[in-house]
């Protein structure tokens, strides 16, 4: 796995980088070495956050901790990605089977007890209204709901306003 290691608001080091490369090494198992990890390391206020992300074709794994110190955060993030690695190996390993993306078996004889059948309980139709993303965040609100599609006024894509944790809004467009 290759590993690019980044920081924000922190000063990278060496403990900090074997750390990250020492707990990393354990997902070398799962994934071949042609495999890029995207690690960031950053401090905002007293949080001291990991976050990692492992783009694959189609698949992005990710985890994020946050803690009140970094080497924890860095310990539990990568225990976070094994723990979805193992919930979902099988259907990540279905999905990647011509990829070349994961090395070994996914699946020890028999052993999946993580793996569970992913059940859709409740599908929703209704029609995507045009708005500008103001009036997607007012009805957000007035929904008291945690995201809301819509079509763009402008282009009439699709797209998502969802509240973040930091008290702003995002918005996903697709194209």
Do not use: C, W
Request: aromatic content about 8%; hydrophobic content about 35%; glycine content about 4%.
């Amino acid at each position: 796995m290759n590993i690019k290691l980044t920081g924000k608001n922190i000063d990278l080091t060496d403990g900090l980088k074997e750390r990250v490369d020492d707990k990393m090494s354990k997902l070398d198992k799962y994934f071949n070495k042609d495999v890029d990890a995207q690690v960031t390391l950053k401090v905002q206020k007293l949080d001291q956050i990991a976050e990692v992300t492992i783009p694959l074709k189609g698949t992005i794994l990710r985890a994020e901790v946050k803690d009140k110190d970094m080497y924890n955060s860095i310990d539990t993030v990568v225990q976070k990605l094994e723990k979805q690695l193992q919930k979902f190996r099988s259907k990540l390993r279905d999905k990647h089977r011509d990829d070349n993306v994961f090395v070994g078996p996914m699946i020890e004889d028999g052993q999946d007890e993580y793996a569970e059948e992913i059940q859709i309980s409740k599908v929703k139709h209704f029609e995507l209204i045009p708005m500008s993303d103001e009036e997607a965040v007012m009805q957000l609100n007035l929904l008291d709901h945690d995201f809301y599609m819509y079509k763009d006024t402008k282009d009439f894509n699709v797209r998502v306003v969802y509240k973040k944790g930091d008290g702003t809004y995002g918005v996903i467009a697709a194209e």
